[in-house]
């Protein structure tokens, strides 16, 4: 069998060798075992239930709670030339979803987000067509005391609780701590799943917090960094302004990078990740809207300016250097100040009890909303928000949820800080912080415990130039391969 | 600066009869009543969705630096005013070869089907299949398939003619370099990235909002010859159903054919579920563009011409004021007045 597992892995998906752990959790899987399966983000996760796709005689269910994350597993599976696939979402209109509905067994892979689970029509199709397997991706969202808490997912374990010979469950995560761990099992009802669990250390990536005494020295030390050693590499800054700027002044010094932020065209962001992907820029500077979808193994180093929102979000970002497995070097610039701004950040566009105030009293004049938006008493987010929680709770509860999610998010960020200023080690914390413990520490581990730059990464190559334009004659004889 | 001369036009044009708002709705393409009356009465048709994405806090700005630069006025009405150093900065403004009326936002999507279908060609020609395609959009992705396997892209010398139809085109005399520029750096194949907005602003030391009305204009121009050289095959196909054949927004088409079909303004009320002003908007629109459209059933006994020319005297489109000196009539029969009205200005200034 593991010969057959192999040749797929190889035609299917291009790669001669299988990742830690995922040759395990796919025979498990073969086996009709309930598996809960703990991998670091960005090492093949998706693989474990892509390949038993291909071998499994009907359709894989795979819920998942990001949407960008869905989209970007649709797309890799188109990009294989993989057609039975299909993401179910609340983008559909009713008459789309209603056509998919009908012919939903022809599909392959179908993604799902929870909230779709629990649709009376999307349940009883389910409940009709034979199924093979069901993925639950992120399953740490299903877990209260998970960091990142959705809700909705919990009716996916009450659809899974009525359906007594279901196919096996997959449940996939990056966090393993043991109060997460127990929620998965009883909110899935798993039957006694095998679990395989990965260390969720990085070895190959080597943490640095930096102080510096102001603003202007931030900069000035981040771009000496990027001037010094080499890319390819990204800078995660806060704000989209920050990201033009940064971007801006990089490039007068030589630097090739772009600026990417979701405020940009759909098209020139696809721009800036096939610049990146052609090597044709070293960097990119992004908010925390780069990087789902960002497939590229050979990233050197990521930069912070700030402090990011939570440990998760940190080691997610980070996660994107080194999937090739060599040294790669995660820097972090702050001053003493910065905290404060993180956590204005994190709130500033966060309801409060008199945006409740506002949303109630609009809703009982019959004001739609947007209306509140376009007259700029509430904001998009605090719309989004408060629509979800009114429609679930009452006035009171939702003032006391939206004060609870508040205190969480400054939380967050004084775990994120604590570790990077005050632990003794970085890389030990955020392991523990995942609920593992470390079996060794590289040399040059961290900046507790000590390094030496330039032995992780190599000193920045002399320049290529940076993008030139063609002709259009040129440029369109390219395109097309054409020589004339 | 095109478009600080564009809004500038725009103020020039509207006569101090319309609030700032006014170019505002009109450059983002608004299917409202007042719009639409606005393109035709005051010959806008240019800039009809010439940015439809465009944020009310962005106009705000650039409206305000043109007032900080002493290019216009806006009075405590909000009713903007040219200067005469905004006029001296309009003179300088050059002529587009804009059709926003005409192709209303649908270049758009022909841009958007040209790039997917020369994305998916140049890996075609590299045989390299696995690529993510650059529109996200599920109907681009049916469309550019449909074509694709109506043409039969796999045929030997397919692609040769594509790109040979593309030079063709592109060798129009009202492209200029920079046009071409513009348009083929915004296209991306196997190993041919694209080029972003930010970064041709930088290497051509041009402002992003310049570029883009110079795409819009290239993309127009591109589709007008497209239209007329008959010579072409393929890329007529990919034009289909960009340029609107109804004059009319689709909600006005839909209250068009139901009147039509004898129905009473109270019934298409009905039928539609929509307010009386909304239909009246409508009819207001029909009038506006529909040339064997009569507004006589809403004038029974009266003759149309002569108040028309009564109206043309108070040389004014102002509703208010003409409502004061004409207090017997509606404002909708005023708007339909004026709209037939409009229309035979038109016919006299081109
Ligand atoms: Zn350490």
Redesign the interface.
């Known amino acids: 069998m593991t010969n057959n597992l192999h040749k797929i892995l190889f035609e299917k998906f291009g790669y001669s060798s299988f990742r830690p752990g995922q040759l395990e959790i796919i025979q498990s899987i073969l086996q009709q075992e309930d598996v809960v399966a703990i991998l670091p983000t960005g090492m093949g996760k998706s693989l474990c239930y892509q390949l038993p796709g291909y071998i499994l005689p009907h359709s894989v269910v795979i819920i998942s709670p990001l949407l960008a994350l869905m989209q970007d597993q649709v797309?890799q599976l188109k990009?294989?030339?993989e057609k039975r696939v299909i993401a179910f979402n609340s983008f559909l209109t009713q008459s789309e979803k209603q056509t998919l509905l009908n012919k939903l067994e022809q599909y392959k892979f179908i993604f799902l987000s929870p909230e779709m689970v629990t649709q009376e029509k999307v349940k009883e199709k389910l409940k009709s067509i034979p199924i093979s397997l069901i993925v639950a991706d992120e399953a740490h969202c299903i877990s209260q005391w998970g960091y990142d808490f959705r809700p909705d997912y919990l009716r996916l374990g009450e659809w899974l609780g009525d359906n007594m010979d279901r196919p096996p469950v997959l449940a996939l995560t990056a966090t393993a701590t043991k109060q997460v761990m127990d929620d998965i099992h009883t909110h899935l009802n798993m039957k006694k799943p095998t679990q395989h669990i990965q260390s969720l250390d990085r070895p190959n990536i080597r943490y640095a917090a930096i102080e510096v005494d102001s603003r202007e020295g931030k900069f000035d030390k981040i771009a000496k960094q990027i001037d010094d050693f080499t890319g390819p590499g990204i800078l995660y800054t806060q704000s989209r302004k920050k990201a033009?700027n940064y971007?801006?002044k990089l490039?007068t010094k030589g630097i090739r990078i772009?600026?990417y932020h979701a405020g940009?065209?759909?098209?020139?962001r696809?721009?800036?990740?096939?610049?990146f992907l052609?090597n044709?820029i070293d960097w990119v500077c992004a908010t925390n809207a780069f990087g789902m979808?960002v497939h590229k193994n050979d990233v050197r180093q990521v930069i912070h300016d700030h402090f990011p929102s939570s440990v998760a979000n940190y080691s997610q970002e980070i996660g994107r250097a080194g999937r090739d497995g060599a040294d790669s070097l995660a820097t972090l610039f702050y001053t003493k100040d910065d905290e404060d701004l993180s956590i204005f950040v994190a709130t500033n566009d966060f309801p409060d009890e008199a945006h409740v105030n506002v949303f109630m009293e609009a809703t009982r004049n019959g004001i739609q909303p947007t209306q509140l938006v376009s007259q700029s008493l509430l904001s998009e987010t605090h719309v989004r928000i408060l629509s979800y929680w009114l429609s679930r709770k009452t006035m009171e509860e939702t003032v006391k949820i939206l004060h609870q999610l508040r205190l969480q998010k400054i939380q967050q960020i004084h775990q994120i800080k604590d570790i990077l200023l005050n632990s003794t080690c970085i890389r030990e914390k955020i392991v523990q912080f995942f609920g593992q413990a470390i079996n060794s520490k590289p040399l040059n581990c961290c900046s507790k415990c000590g390094m030496e730059l330039d032995v992780i990464v190599e000193s920045s190559k002399a320049n290529s130039s940076y993008?030139?334009?063609?002709?259009?004659?040129n440029?369109?004889?390219?395109?097309?391969?054409?020589i004339d | 600066m095109l478009f600080q001369q564009i809004i500038l036009h725009m103020v020039n044009r509207l006569n101090e009869e319309r609030t700032i708002s006014a170019p505002y709705h009109l450059i983002r393409g608004k299917r409202s009543g007042q719009t639409i009356q606005d393109v035709k009465s005051y010959h806008l048709t240019k800039y009809f969705a010439l940015f439809p994405r465009l944020t009310k806090q962005s106009y705000d700005q650039i409206i305000h630096q043109m007032i900080e630069s002493g290019w216009l006025r806006v009075n405590e009405l909000s009713i903007p005013q040219i200067t005469e150093l905004g006029e001296k900065v309009l003179n300088q403004m050059p002529t587009f070869h804009l059709n926003g009326w005409l192709y209303r936002g649908n270049e758009r999507i022909f841009f958007q089907r040209l790039s997917l279908v020369t994305q998916t060609l140049s890996h075609v020609k590299a045989n390299d299949l696995a690529f993510i395609p650059i529109q996200k959009d599920e109907k681009i992705h049916n469309w550019v398939r449909h074509f694709l396997k109506m043409v039969s892209y796999k045929n030997e010398g397919f692609i040769e003619e594509f790109y040979q139809e593309l030079k063709t085109t592109f060798q129009s005399a009202a492209l200029t370099d920079l046009h071409l520029t513009i348009l083929s750096h915004r296209l991306s194949g196997y190993q041919v990235s694209g080029v972003t907005w930010q970064q041709l602003s930088h290497m051509l030391e041009t402002d992003q909002m310049d570029l883009e009305i110079l795409f819009q204009e290239c993309l127009h121009i591109v589709l007008d010859e497209i239209s007329l050289n008959t010579k072409l095959i393929l890329l007529p196909r990919m034009s289909e159903g960009i340029k609107t054949t109804t004059p009319l927004t689709e909600s006005a088409k839909r209250t068009a054919d139901l009147y039509n079909q004898g129905h009473s303004i109270e019934q298409i009320m009905s039928i539609r579920q929509l307010k009386k002003s909304t239909i009246e908007d409508h009819f207001v629109e029909m009038a506006m563009n529909e040339p064997l459209f009569s507004i006589h059933m809403f004038f029974p006994c009266e003759d149309i011409q002569h108040i028309i020319q009564q109206i043309k005297n108070q040389q004014t489109k102002k509703l208010r004021t003409l409502k004061e000196a004409f207090p017997a009539y509606s404002y909708f029969q005023l708007r339909l007045l004026l709209a037939i009205g409009g229309d035979s200005i038109d016919q006299q200034s081109t």
Do not use: C, P, Y
């Not at chain 1, 940009?264 to 020139?268: F, G, I, L, S, Y």
């Not at chain 1, 696809?270 to 610049?275: I, K, L, N």
């Not at chain 1, 993008?467 to 004659?473: D, K, R, V, Y």
């Not at chain 1, 440029?475 to 054409?482: D, I, V």
């Open positions: 797309e990009k294989m030339g033009d971007a801006q490039i772009a600026s940009m065209e759909q098209v020139d696809m721009f800036v990740q096939q610049q052609n044709e979808g993008l030139t334009l063609q002709s259009w004659e440029r369109l004889s390219s395109l097309f391969h054409m």
